[in-house]
C-alpha cells in the first residue's frame, strides 16, 4: 500500500492527476484508516463528507489559492499558502485544520500535532473538531505514540456526543 501510495505521489510530480488519483485510491482500499490516503484521495476528488465552514475573512484569497494549490499536487506551496492564510487569520479554525490536514498528508507530523492541538483549543464547532481530533489522533499515532492517540480519541468522544464528531 505505502508503494502504491509512493507511486501515486509521483505521478502528481509529473502531473498526472488521474493516475495518482487512482494509486491513492487503491491505496485507501488496502488502508482505510490511514489519514494520508484519506486526504489524497479527498484532495484529487474534491470531495468531503463534511463541509468544512468557509473562509470569508482577510484570509480567504491564500486559502483559496492553497487548496487549489493542494488539488494540483503543488503540496509544499500548498503549505506556504496556508501559513499565509493563517497569518491573516491566526484564530480561524477552518484554515489552521486545513493545514493540518495538508501536514499530515505530507508526513509532517510536529506541524500537524501543533496545529491541531491549536485547534481544539478553540473549542470549534463540531466538524471542524472532528478533522482535528482524527488528524492529531492518525499523526500521534505516526509519531510513535499509539496509547495517546487512543486516550485523545476516548476523552474526544466523551466530550462531543454529537453525531459528526462520532462519525
Not at 56 to 82: I, M, N, T
Not at 88 to 97: D, G, H, L, S, Y
Request: glycine share 4%.
Amino acid at each position: 500500500e505505502e508503494a502504491v501510495f509512493q507511486l501515486g505521489l509521483c505521478f502528481l510530480e509529473k502531473n498526472w492527476h488521474k493516475r495518482a488519483l487512482e494509486c491513492f485510491q487503491q491505496a485507501l482500499e488496502k488502508n482505510p484508516r490511514r489519514l494520508e490516503y484519506q486526504e489524497a484521495v479527498r484532495l484529487l476528488e474534491r470531495r468531503s463528507g463534511y463541509e468544512l465552514p468557509r473562509v470569508d475573512g482577510p484570509g480567504a484569497a491564500a486559502f483559496k489559492d492553497a487548496e487549489e494549490s493542494a488539488a494540483r499536487g503543488a503540496l509544499s506551496r500548498a503549505q506556504e499558502l496556508y501559513r499565509k492564510a493563517m497569518r491573516a487569520e491566526p484564530r480561524n479554525p477552518t484554515i489552521r485544520v486545513s493545514f493540518a490536514l495538508l501536514s499530515a498528508s505530507m508526513g509532517r507530523w510536529k506541524e500537524a500535532i501543533a496545529a491541531c492541538r491549536e485547534v481544539l483549543a478553540a473549542d470549534p464547532e463540531d466538524v471542524v473538531a472532528a478533522a482535528a481530533c482524527s488528524t492529531l489522533a492518525e499523526a500521534l499515532r505516526a509519531e510513535g505514540s499509539p496509547r495517546e492517540a487512543a486516550e485523545f480519541l476516548r476523552e474526544f468522544l466523551e466530550k462531543h456526543p454529537s453525531k459528526t464528531a462520532q462519525a
